[in-house]
């Protein structure tokens, strides 16, 4: 594991619940909304083989340089969330071609298929950004993505990296043990489960209400925590009837990596209040992935001032550049 020294937030901003929250609110927020006036995205609707269809925008550099980004958000985020929003203005200006792609039930995209999103669907995202990708003439292609969405990136980089034809693949602050995050959520600043919880219970009533016969509506107004919320859908509308075996399927653990064919890197913060960062130890060892650890961070935040600049935004930056001609 790399030790990386190269963000040190000033004094003032070095607590985690600060660089977590100012991820995608306050001065992000703002700058966010801004930039996205700005964007004229091209609205994309993506189709996997299985007919599963994903909401994505496309935004087209100025200057290109027949790269794109392809950019995966957090549980519960979106196409839109500031973090994302901001990542893909700072690739646009150096270049890049951005897609800030929808996971299902993410967005407004709970009307586009009718099962429900659970975090091992990495498979669906591969198809559509394949269907997507095999019409395009890119010279480069990187896949970058934040908390589940970086997990959801390094597992599909691993498992179809080449197919995609990606070069590298960048994960910021990925759930590496999911049943240790939720053991974290559960434990930690109550905030943060509320957070989530309010959530994930907003988006299953919107799928509710564009799928009436799923017929779960008593269960979603008894379910009062995140726990609730595993122990009635994971059995019911995944694969798996043991909530452990869920989270099992997603985790980066061991080996799930070991096919990982492409430069990957998986930046993490030691002071996460959401992702245990001793689990980083419990990935096998690959020459391909390259982990870096900081001292400070957040959850996904290693914000630098109060503008809320990230220094995670330019690091991605300075890793893709390494791969342009």
């Known amino acids: 594991m790399d030790d990386l020294t190269a963000f040190k937030p000033p004094r003032y901003l070095q607590n985690p619940h600060l660089q977590t929250i100012l991820l995608s609110q306050g001065p992000r927020r703002l700058r966010a909304g801004h930039i996205l006036k700005q964007l004229g995205s091209s609205q994309l609707l993506l189709q996997a083989e299985d007919g599963t269809r994903l909401m994505a925008e496309l935004d087209y550099a100025a200057a290109g340089r027949s790269a794109l980004v392809i950019l995966l958000h957090g549980w519960e985020g979106s196409s839109r969330s500031s973090y994302l929003v901001t990542s893909a203005a700072g690739l646009l200006a150096?270049?890049?071609?951005?897609?800030?792609?929808?996971?299902?039930?993410?967005?407004?995209?709970?009307?586009?298929?009718?099962?429900?999103?659970?975090?091992?669907?990495?498979?669906?995202?591969?198809?559509?950004?394949?269907?997507?990708?095999?019409?395009?003439?890119?010279?480069?292609?990187?896949?970058?993505?934040?908390?589940?969405?970086?997990?959801?990136?390094?597992?599909?980089?691993?498992?179809?990296?080449?197919?995609?034809?990606?070069?590298?693949?960048?994960?910021?602050?990925?759930?590496?043990?999911?049943?240790?995050?939720?053991?974290?959520?559960?434990?930690?600043?109550?905030?943060?489960?509320?957070?989530?919880?309010?959530?994930?219970?907003?988006?299953?009533?919107?799928?509710?209400q564009c799928f009436p016969e799923l017929n779960y509506g008593a269960e979603l107004a008894a379910a009062k925590s995140l726990d609730d919320l595993n122990r009635t859908f994971i059995p019911r509308y995944t694969m798996y009837s043991e909530v452990s075996d869920y989270y099992a399927a997603y985790a980066l653990v061991g080996s799930r990596l070991s096919a990982l064919e492409i430069p990957g890197y998986l930046i993490a913060a030691e002071d996460d209040p959401i992702i245990p960062v001793d689990d980083l130890q419990r990935i096998d060892a690959i020459e391909s992935l390259h982990i870096e650890t900081c001292r400070h961070g957040g959850h996904c935040g290693f914000i630098e001032n109060l503008a809320a600049r990230s220094w995670v935004e330019a690091r991605m930056l300075q890793i893709l550049r390494e791969y342009l001609n």
């Open 94 to 208: 150096q270049g890049f071609d951005v897609m800030r792609v929808n996971l299902r039930d993410h967005g407004d995209s709970h009307h586009l298929n009718r099962e429900l999103f659970n975090s091992t669907r990495s498979p669906e995202v591969a198809s559509a950004l394949q269907n997507f990708l095999d019409k395009q003439t890119y010279e480069r292609v990187f896949m970058a993505g934040f908390s589940l969405g970086a997990s959801f990136a390094l597992r599909i980089a691993a498992d179809a990296g080449p197919e995609l034809g990606l070069d590298a693949v960048i994960g910021i602050c990925p759930p590496t043990d999911p049943a240790r995050a939720m053991d974290a959520l559960n434990r930690g600043f109550f905030a943060y489960e509320r957070y989530f919880f309010k959530r994930w219970h907003g988006s299953l009533q919107r799928k509710l």
